[in-house]
Structure formats: structure tokens, C-alpha cells
């Protein structure tokens, strides 16, 4: 059974998702890098990779809404080229268009608070990201 591990990418967070099942995700860890320090991230990345035992990454992949990749689009296939270098392992580079509102919708609507909200949002993030696609992949 292979396992997943969902990436919500920031200029300076990495919200994690992860999935033994390959059927449900569930929240994993919010990391921490030095502003667009993208070399410091792909390191704090493929720790987890090792620790966790990873089959496949599914890194969020920002498209604006007319389907074009600007700038984070390209930084998130930058990383993809950063992590192969270091670690051999599958990545699916993922749309993940409104998965930051669809993670604080859900947090809103269970009540969680402000603060909460700001500790959670990528991590949550990560989750939608990855149950959307387990879900279309259907495993």
C-alpha cells in the first residue's frame, strides 16, 4: 500500500497532509522556513519523505483561475525539480485553487477560532489538497 503525503507550499510554511490508507488524509504538521528560502523547505520536506516512508508527494500546484501558472505555479514545479535531485519518490504536482478557502470554510464552520484558524490554514490546506486527490484518483 502506498503512502501520501500532501504539500500546501508557502513563501515561508509547508502545510502536511498525510495518507497511510491511500483512502483518507488527515492533517500531518505546519514547518517553518526562512522567507522564499525554497532550498530550506525541500530539505525539511524530504526529512518527512524518509521519516514517514513516502511513496508519493502531492505538492499543491496554485494555477490562477483562467488556468494560467504564474509565479507560485513556478516556484512549486521549481521544488518538484529541487526534491528530485535529493530523494527518488513520485510527485504529482496538484490544482489546488481554492484549497485555502475550502480549508478555512470548513474550520469557520466548525467553530474554530481566529487564532486556530492562522495555526491550521496550511496544514488544513494540505488536507484538501490531498483528499481532492485521492478522491479522483479513487485508490
Same mark, same amino acid.
Not at 31 to 39: C, H, M
Not at 82 to 94: A, H, Q, R
Not at 102 to 122: E, F, P, T, V, Y
Given at each position: 500500500?502506498? @503512502? +501520501?503525503?500532501?504539500?500546501?507550499? !508557502?513563501? *515561508?510554511?509547508?502545510?502536511?497532509?498525510?495518507?497511510?490508507?491511500?483512502?483518507?488524509?488527515?492533517? +500531518?504538521? @505546519?514547518? +517553518?522556513? &526562512?522567507?522564499?528560502?525554497?532550498?530550506?523547505?525541500?530539505? *525539511?520536506?524530504?526529512?518527512?519523505?524518509?521519516?514517514?516512508?513516502?511513496?508519493?508527494?502531492?505538492? !499543491?500546484?496554485? *494555477?490562477?483561475?483562467?488556468?494560467?501558472? !504564474?509565479?507560485? !505555479? /513556478?516556484?512549486?514545479? #521549481?521544488?518538484? @525539480?529541487?526534491?528530485?535531485?535529493?530523494?527518488?519518490?513520485?510527485?504529482?504536482?496538484?490544482?489546488?485553487?481554492?484549497? @485555502?478557502?475550502?480549508?478555512?470554510?470548513?474550520?469557520?464552520?466548525?467553530?474554530?477560532?481566529? &487564532? *486556530? #484558524?492562522?495555526?491550521? /490554514?496550511?496544514?488544513?490546506?494540505?488536507?484538501?489538497?490531498?483528499?481532492?486527490?485521492?478522491? +479522483? &484518483?479513487?485508490?
Amino acid at each position: 500500500m502506498k @503512502t +501520501y503525503l500532501g504539500i500546501d507550499l !508557502g513563501s *515561508k510554511t509547508i502545510g502536511l497532509a498525510i495518507s497511510l490508507s491511500g483512502i483518507i488524509a488527515q492533517s +500531518y504538521d @505546519t514547518l +517553518y522556513f &526562512k522567507d522564499d528560502l525554497y532550498e530550506e523547505a525541500v530539505e *525539511k520536506i524530504v526529512n518527512v519523505v524518509k521519516l514517514e516512508s513516502i511513496d508519493v508527494i502531492v505538492l !499543491g500546484y496554485p *494555477k490562477h483561475m483562467n488556468n494560467d501558472v !504564474g509565479i507560485r !505555479g /513556478k516556484i512549486s514545479e #521549481q521544488v518538484k @525539480t529541487l526534491i528530485l535531485e535529493k530523494i527518488d519518490v513520485e510527485i504529482i504536482l496538484w490544482d489546488e485553487r481554492l484549497s @485555502t478557502k475550502s480549508a478555512l470554510d470548513a474550520m469557520i464552520a466548525g467553530n474554530q477560532s481566529r &487564532k *486556530k #484558524q492562522k495555526q491550521k /490554514k496550511d496544514e488544513m490546506a494540505a488536507v484538501v489538497i490531498l483528499q481532492n486527490y485521492l478522491n +479522483y &484518483k479513487g485508490v
